[in-house]
């Protein structure tokens, strides 16, 4: 099995090359295959949605095994076109794009004579079925599949099919990086690394102790979760590729060593190691107090607080102060420090890089206070903050032309409730027949419960808002998201009723204020006069 | 700068084939211009719309202004027990229905989202009228911008204020057309004018479907401002190239190719794609230059002059002849006479050859002239840049516009992101990337070789694809497809 595993992490991760105990020893529970499971059990047809790496694969072979053991028939769908097939038999498609050409608009119909279709397809494929079979449930299946990545919830129906995100579930929300850290057999991979040096002092295995330790998992787990600053999801072949990274990556000869997996989280050659990077350097994190000691080579110092499962003699200290002239071993002993000094949550420890507080509202559901931040936003920061945390103003303009100058003021398209809004994650399972599952994705969004219409909230898009709206108008990164959020305020003011009310603000930038005016107007009476307050 | 003609002359003498050449002052032209004066072809003018005008003016004086057209100011005592309050709501309808501030004291056009609000003001510079004879060739129906401009049912406020301003101003006289019978897009003018045409008219009609209702409608009338816009400014750069070598094409890039910038504009000026966009700006003005004096050798060829004209002179009588089509006044044709004499152009004889024609165009369209318009026009909307300084100007694309390419381009149901490059350059002669056409990098001269221009094409590709992901425009799938979609 460790031979195994270890050609396993050096390969290209496909999962029709696995046994069935490679397959059982790498599986971590994601809350997926239980989902797809109850789904399938209530006859339900399944679509799971997503590209090889992102495990939908590997989560329908686990269940054939599973439906197989339980006593179902489970078939190749293919093998049933021409035969019968009673209702307790499941269908599956392992792979759509195999068999594409023998799929009809009729696939995914339910009949109460044959049994559910469980298919695992790419979205392209999706979208050509959909395109070539209009009304049928493969365009269902995409339009659910695009709601969810929108963080809207889809419309429950019965008769259509239970669709799964594999791309958009976010496993490192489920700690899947800690479980695949915890599993044994990397460890011994580790163990008997075959880099040649001696285990006592070996980089690779010396650092590796640190992860025996379920907080540190826990916080490598954490890490990789900044990943997800800007939208885009973990797949379980990312993470995969960055773990066989840590345990096979690098080169102990080398001063300081790179093979130390602490080392690689940030300076590896896998996709994930890059995304964690461009989120956060470890070089740039202050450890206030205990910088020169830590130059010194003093890890004993009280001034450096571990986890709670951690002793100073479980660290490897440098041997002496660090040479002036190598300044990467600094960096080195900073990203080891990185994992296992106390802190609340990696954000904490990341606060001079990360913009905490936006963020910190959107984890903890917080509406008002991003409804407040963008009101002061597309306001230039005229309005008081605080005063605008019970509605979203819809603030637009209508100017056609490129804007080269200051703009002189903006009208409201109406105001919404901030009650009527609903900060959500996407999700990954769409029209399930148990309500209570739900498995989120790594996007944000703030959602109009009124109509089905969604603001993508990225970690860019937050430091966008907080960091206040220019009225320079060579500051594009901010033309590209008021595009965006003035499509949202546009669908939003679209399902409102007339309020009677026009809002204008105009705008003094030399003195950084707004003055707002309202208006009553009423196209019965065809009167337009100043709202009374 | 000042041209060795006038430049008016040298437009006349374009003018009937060619009349979308820029005038003397062609930074004015705006997009709501524009779109105002496409309006007023199309619908007919609002008849109370120059006091609506005034009302958005605070300088305009209150008597200027007929009060018994906007029976709302006698709804409300406030009007006129105070002239501060009054003057503050004008101020305030300003910052609603003038955000592009192109409303003057004499002449104006707030963003027509009444038809009541549609001025005959002609800061169009004709424009806005050509390009509603453009797509009426092609297809559209009045019904279709009727349907947009006038769908005032919406409970929006904007739309709600709007109808109660103008609940006096109804539609009457369009503004008139300007005769063009020979112009490129007429049946009159080269298959590659046909083909330029229609492209355009399909994208400024792609705007305006689906129909749209309340708030989206707003949006939908910003798109058409654009497109329209956009496709004078093509007009403008390629309807002369279509003079240029009518040999059967079939889409707009084989009539002129522009490369555009896909990533934030404007660009490092270093860049070797950014480097390449200037050439294809350069070279768009020169095949414009071009063009014209290719259109004006045969038209001139082409007119008519009594056989009593003696030989020695028929060619400056035909270029008189032309002169005076294209609009320009008779008693001033002698400006023309007395600068081709003093610059040596031959215009005796009975022909008038390439080289005259291009020196006259050039007279009064020289590069410096047309690089500085194309500019200004393009800039407004986005579509070139830098804004301001001394650096080359080059084909950019603001996220607005990219919108409006998405709105014009995708049907409702959206496309493959490599379609989506493909019908930009065959619809528009948009170069974002390769799309499909893995040799157009060796088809144009803008790079040193056509790997080096595939892979840099495939870059800017990728940047195009990235912010149209960032602007909500299109999803990029985990298995590497992405479709461009404008409504979701």
């Known amino acids: 099995m460790i031979d195994e595993m270890r050609k396993f992490l050096a390969s290209r991760k496909v999962t029709e090359a696995f046994s069935a105990e490679l397959r059982e020893t790498i599986t971590v529970p994601t ?53 019968e097939s009673t209702s307790d038999t499941i269908r599956i498609i392992e792979d759509a794009t195999e068999v594409l050409d023998l799929l009809d608009g009729d696939v995914l119909e339910t009949s109460g004579e044959a049994g559910p279709v469980a298919v695992a397809i790419n979205e392209g494929p999706l979208i050509q079925l959909a395109k070539d079979y209009p009304g049928s449930g493969w365009e269902r299946a995409l339009d659910m599949l695009r709601s969810m990545q929108r963080g809207v919830e889809p419309e429950r129906q019965s008769g259509l099919p239970v669709v799964f995100n594999a791309a958009g579930y976010d496993p490192v929300a489920g700690d899947a990086v800690a479980s695949i850290l915890a599993i044994d057999e990397i460890h011994q991979v580790v163990e008997e690394s075959q880099c040649g040096c001696d285990p006592a002092i070996c980089p690779r295995r010396q650092s590796w102790r640190l992860l025996k330790k379920k907080a540190v998992r826990k916080r490598v787990n954490e890490v990789v979760d900044l990943a997800n600053l800007h939208g885009q999801s973990v797949l379980f072949r990312e993470i995969w590729n960055f773990v066989a990274d840590l345990v096979l990556g690098g080169r102990c000869d080398e001063s ?116 407040n931040a963008i009101n002061r936003y597309m306001t230039y920061g005229t309005s008081r903050n605080g005063s605008d945390a019970h509605e979203l103003q819809l ?83 901010h033309t590209d998201m008021e595009w965006f959020m003035t499509r949202f305020f546009i669908d939003v003011a679209d399902a409102l009723p007339g309020i009677g009310e026009l809002q204008v603000l105009n705008l003094d930038f030399d003195r950084m204020e707004g003055e707002r005016r309202r208006y009553s107007i009423s196209r019965e009476l065809n009167s337009i006069a100043p709202a009374s307050d | 700068m000042s041209a060795d003609i006038p430049v008016g002359d040298v437009r006349h003498l374009v003018n009937p084939e060619n009349p979308f050449a820029v005038g003397k002052y062609y930074s004015r032209p705006a997009p709501v211009h524009v779109l105002n004066g496409m309006l007023a072809a199309a619908l007919g003018v609002g008849d109370e719309s120059d006091n609506i005008r005034r009302m958005f003016r605070v300088k305009a004086d209150r008597g200027d202004i007929d009060e018994s057209l906007f029976p709302f100011l006698q709804r409300s005592d406030i009007w006129a027990e105070s002239r501060s309050e009054f003057d503050t709501l004008r101020r305030d309808l300003r910052v609603v229905f003038d955000p592009d501030r192109k409303v003057y004291p004499t002449r104006g056009s707030p963003f027509p989202v009444h038809p009541g609000f549609i001025t005959k003001d002609e800061s169009d510079d004709g424009f806005g009228p050509l390009v509603w004879q453009m797509i009426k060739e ?159 050798e045969e038209a001139v060829t082409d007119q008519k002059v009594a056989s009593t004209v003696p030989d020695d002179e028929v060619a400056s009588s035909k270029l008189r002849a032309q002169y005076i089509q294209g609009g320009g006044d008779p008693d001033r044709y002698s400006r023309i006479r007395k600068y081709c004499r003093e610059a040596g152009i031959d215009i005796s004889g009975e022909r008038l050859d390439r080289e005259a024609c291009g020196r006259l165009v050039t007279a009064g369209y020289d590069g410096s002239l047309l690089t500085s318009a ?64 893995d040799r157009i990098a060796e088809r144009l001269p803008f790079w040193e070789g056509g790997g080096v221009g595939r892979d840099l094409l495939k870059k800017n590709q990728d940047r195009l694809k990235y912010r149209l992901v960032r602007s909500g425009l299109a999803t990029e799938y985990s298995d590497g497809n992405t479709e461009v979609r404008y409504d979701y």
């Open chain 2, 138 to 296: 092609y297809g559209a129906e009045e019904t279709t911008l009727t349907d947009v401009v006038t769908n005032t049912a919406s409970e929006d406020p904007i739309s709600v204020a709007a109808e109660i301003i103008a609940s006096k101003s109804d539609v009457q006289g369009k503004r008139q057309v300007p005769k063009g019978d020979n112009a490129w897009f007429t049946d009159r003018g080269p298959q590659a004018g046909s083909v330029l045409a229609e492209s355009l008219s399909r994208f400024i009609y792609g705007t305006l479907k689906p129909k749209k209702r309340g708030p989206q409608r707003l949006l939908q009338l910003q798109h058409l401002g654009r497109a329209g816009y956009l496709s004078t400014v093509l007009s403008v750069v390629l309807g002369p190239a279509t003079w240029r070598n009518d040999e059967g094409q079939d889409s707009v890039n084989e009539i002129g190719s522009l490369v555009v910038w896909a990533g934030t504009p404007p660009g490092d000026p270093n860049h070797a794609f950014v480097k390449a966009s200037k050439r294809s700006f350069q070279d768009a003005i020169v095949s414009l230059q071009e063009g014209l004096s290719r259109a004006l």
């Open chain 1, 31 to 83: 809350g997926l295959e239980s989902a797809v499971e109850a789904a399938l059990g209530k006859k339900e047809n399944v679509v799971i949605a997503g590209d090889a790496g992102s495990g939908k694969t590997h989560l329908l072979g686990n269940l054939v095994e599973k439906f197989r053991g339980d006593g179902f028939e489970v078939v190749e769908w293919e093998e049933t076109i021409n035969s």
């Open chain 2, 374 to 437: 194309v500019r200004s026009m393009g800039n407004k909307i986005g579509f070139v840049g830098p804004s301001r300084g001394a650096a080359s100007p080059r084909f950019v694309c603001e996220t607005p516009l990219l919108a409006t390419l998405v709105r014009g381009l995708c049907p409702s149901k959206g496309m493959p992101f490599k379609e989506f490059i493909d019908k930009a350059r065959d619809q528009l002669g948009l170069i974002f990337g390769v799309g499909s056409d």
């Open chain 1, 395 to 477: 603030w637009t303009d209508l100017g056609i032309q490129k804007r080269l100058e200051r703009v002189r003021g903006q009208v409201s398209l109406g105001r919404a409730r901030t009650s009527s809004f609903k900060l959500r994650r996407s999700v990954a399972v769409g029209n399930h027949p148990d309500r209570s599952v739900e498995l989120p994705g790594p996007r944000n969004y703030l959602v109009h419960q009124g109509g089905e219409t969604s603001f993508l909230l990225t970690a860019r898009a937050l430091d966008l808002i907080k960091g206040g709206r220019s009225y320079r108008t060579s500051d594009r990164p």
């Open chain 1, 256 to 371: 300081p060593g790179t093979s130390a997996w602490f080392w690689r989280v940030f300076n590896g050659d896998s996709e994930l190691s890059r995304r964690i990077r461009e989120a956060a350097d470890p070089k740039y994190v202050v450890y206030p107090g205990a910088e020169a000691h830590l130059w010194y080579g003093d890890l004993t110092t009280d001034r450096i607080n571990l986890v709670s499962e951690l002793s100073h003699s479980d660290i490897d200290p440098p041997a002496g102060p660090i040479p002036y002239d190598e300044p990467s071993q600094y960096e080195w002993l900073k990203s080891e420090l990185f994992f296992i000094v106390e802190a609340d949550s990696m954000v904490e420890v990341l606060s001079e890089e990360v913009d905490v507080d936006l963020r910190n509202a959107v984890e903890g559901q917080r509406t008002e206070k991003v409804v």
